[in-house]
T-cell receptor
């Protein structure tokens, strides 16, 4: 069974600090990794995708992938109160005829950025 | 461009009643996904379609649930009869391409309450 694990939090950081969110996954065949942000009462919104080992930066966000250790992380620099949300990690494992669009989501980490 | 459209946004019904949730994917997207989100179980994939054909329905909880996609611009998720444990937020998402998993765009969700 494919599993994606996240600490549910809440993770509390002061405004301006770096928030570090972590995710581990069980299936070594996983090829694509995504971070979604979900505000309370809203739908998930994709903020980062990463496909190869290493870091990928987009503005204040950096995704890090380590396939050998089976973890993916999201760093948020200069955290703002508007970053307060639940962050969902999602992993894709292509199987057989499955073209690879199925995602398995973690339970999410709730981030709170305090002014 | 309009995003994924779902209706109704809120549905309150009594146990035993039939519930039909509707989704219009983003025009040109090949894949459509139905998810259910609860506090206890997080975001779960129920079923997904490729070019209107159901590909994987292994997440459908039981025979009370059924989904159809009669054409590229419309899908329904039906629960008959509904039970209180079906109360959740149901999301529809669509993605534009096959191959490796691509960006899934989520609709606003339907909050279902079964009394």
């Amino acid at each position: 069974q494919k599993e994606v694990e996240q600490n549910s939090g809440p993770l509390s950081v002061p405004e301006g600090a770096i928030a570090s969110l972590n995710c581990t996954y069980s299936d070594r065949g996983s090829q694509s990794f995504f971070w979604y942000r979900q505000y309370s009462g809203k739908s998930p919104e994709l903020i980062m995708s990463i496909y190869s080992n290493g870091d990928k930066e987009d503005g204040r966000f950096t995704a890090q992938l380590n396939k050998a250790s089976q973890y993916v992380s999201l760093l948020i620099r200069d955290s703002q109160p508007s970053d307060s949300a639940t962050y969902l990690c999602a992993v894709n494992v292509p199987e057989g005829n499955n073209a690879g669009n199925m995602l398995t989501f973690g339970g999410g980490t709730r981030l709170m950025v305090k002014p | 461009d309009a995003g994924v459209i779902q209706s109704p946004r809120h549905e309150v019904t009594e146990m035993g009643q039939e519930v039909t949730l509707r989704c219009k994917p983003i025009s040109g997207h090949d894949y459509l996904f139905w998810y259910r989100q609860t506090m206890m179980r997080g975001l779960e994939l129920l079923i997904y379609f490729n070019n209107n054909v159901p590909i994987d329905d292994s997440g459908m909880p039981e025979d009370r649930f059924s989904a159809k996609m009669p054409n590229a611009s419309f899908s329904t998720l039906k629960i008959q009869p509904s039970e209180p444990r079906d109360s959740a937020v149901y999301f529809c998402a669509s993605s534009p391409a096959g191959g490796l998993a691509d960006t899934q765009y989520f609709g606003p969700g339907t909050r279902l309450t079964v009394l």
